[in-house]
């Protein structure tokens, strides 16, 4: 005979689940009365989407762009493209150096750094909560226009971005191997290099190829307001409303972007297919 | 003779369930234990506890003469890279080769000094360690017949390799004591008597002492010196494995 009664398929959740659903669409509601959507003036002022749009096609024109500009608008993308490979790099290293301190439990024993781990965190969150055109607004004003102020926003953003998730991927690593090493008398920097980074490589990696993209993408926006890049040009054409240019540059973005992600994606699939 | 190991009524605590109540026993050098019991009766736990890998909520345990509750972190390294520890689940680093894990082996050796800092850094991986370790991790490797095995993925081993590579790192510490939670467990009968023998022949060259859990009756008795069973926490016998009555442990464990 079976002693143990078979819980309820449900339990008491239901009822909840009804307030869950009634609070969500409140708050919905509530939401979209402040943030000023409405389908009709959108469709109201559709004539400017048309009249960008009908001066934005033919896009290339030799009359009005000339190669001289193309190969401008080329060294741009091109600047963009080394602005966001660098800032990453750089925000990667030190992302990573900042994330095993903010990892429970890895550097030191979790009882005794509380203060240290938890200043690490706050760090970290400081520089992912500020948004980037924020940081570069700041660094612009502090290393004057350019690119180097778009690397160093990028920077500050992929360790924001870096750090937390980088903390995460080596917390939620099997400490069961750590844990054998640490038997056999090994010190916590040597385990956490030699069984709890090997571990998390798939996800480090990972994320770091998200931080890359991220950064294309927002290594286009930086440029207006004037850390360098591409972004720059767009935001003169349009002031100008040279909306053929414009399309041209926007063109390339895309492009970039896309070929960013491509590659990204398939490198993403190569590390994992080595993993089950 | 020496104890290396003393175990002085000792309790321990998850939570509020009790799982060891007060367990003495003491361990010479040169010396091999067995331990048995059913499943859930603390052989683990208690082995956790002697390398301070649990906190205990009474009692005194010494390793080595030092107590090791309240040893600084370097003194409690030092302590145990004495000692040689094959765990229930194997624990090897997923991701990393075979002779990797192994290599691991040396990590605790003389993490004392400056110039040890950086030697152990080269520990991290076989790929740049240095040819003595690497060598000496072949030795350990073909010690447990899994030479052939150097360079694959630790993930990819079955349940019995991956014991054997376990095995090889715990080797890999020179230890003077080897503590085993159910080393044979996982391997087929053959290799399971060569581990155990291999255990054996090391207490009786090498002078090494010898802790090891196991559920086959035969093992305890064939390869320890002595033998304690775990009953609920406790210990429930303490014999010489010359003086056992078989057939009523057999009824009683097996
Ligand atoms: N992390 C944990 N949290 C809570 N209870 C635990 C934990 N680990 C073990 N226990 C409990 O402690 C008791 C002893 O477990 P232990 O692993 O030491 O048994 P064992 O003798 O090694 O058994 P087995 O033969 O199955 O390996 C069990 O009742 C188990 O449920
Ligand atoms: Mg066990």
Known sequence: MRRAAVPPRFGNRPISGILAIILFLLVSAWCFDGSGFSITQLLGSSEYLLRFLREAFPPIDEHRLTFDQFHRYWLALIETFQMAFVGTLLGLVIGFILALFASRGLMFESRRSNLLQWSVKMLISLFRTVPDLVWAIIFVMVVG??????????????????????????????????????????????????????????????????????????????????????????????????????????????????VVEQLSTYLRKLVMKNER | MVAIVTAEDIAMRYGTMSILKGVSFALEAGESLSLIGSNGAGKSTLIRCLLSLEPITAGRISLFGREIQNLKPSELRSSRCRVGVVFQEHNLVPRLSVLSNVVHGALGRNTQTFGSMISGITLWSHIIAGSAHRER???????????????????????????????????????DLIIADEPAASLDPIAGEEVMGLFSELCREAGVSLIFSTHNISHAVDFADRMMAMKSGKISIDCPTGSVDLQALKAEYA
């Not at chain 1, 571990?199 to 994320?207: R, S």
Request: glycine share 10%; proline share 2%; net charge negative.
């Open chain 2, 137 to 175: 991790a072949m030795e350990c490797l073909e010690r447990v017949n899994l030479a052939d095995l150097a360079h694959r993925r630790a993930d990819t081993l079955s349940g019995g390799q991956s014991q054997r590579v376990a095995i090889a790192r715990a080797l890999m510490q020179e230890p």
């Open chain 1, 145 to 258: 226009l350019g690119a180097f102020a778009g690397t160093l926003t990028i920077m500050v953003d992929t360790i924001g971005f870096c750090g937390r998730f980088f903390a995460e991927e080596m917390e939620d690593v099997d400490r069961s191997s750590a844990e054998a090493l640490s038997a056999s008398g090994a010190r916590r920097f040597d385990i956490v290099f030699a069984a709890v980074v090997p571990a998390a490589t798939p996800g480090l990696i990972t994320t770091s190829l998200f931080a890359f993209e991220k950064a294309i993408r927002s290594s286009v926006v930086l440029g207006l307001v004037g850390a360098g890049g591409i972004g720059l040009e767009l935001q003169s054409l349009m002031n100008w409303m040279a909306y053929d240019r414009a399309m041209v540059i926007i063109g390339m973005i895309f492009a970039l972007v896309l």
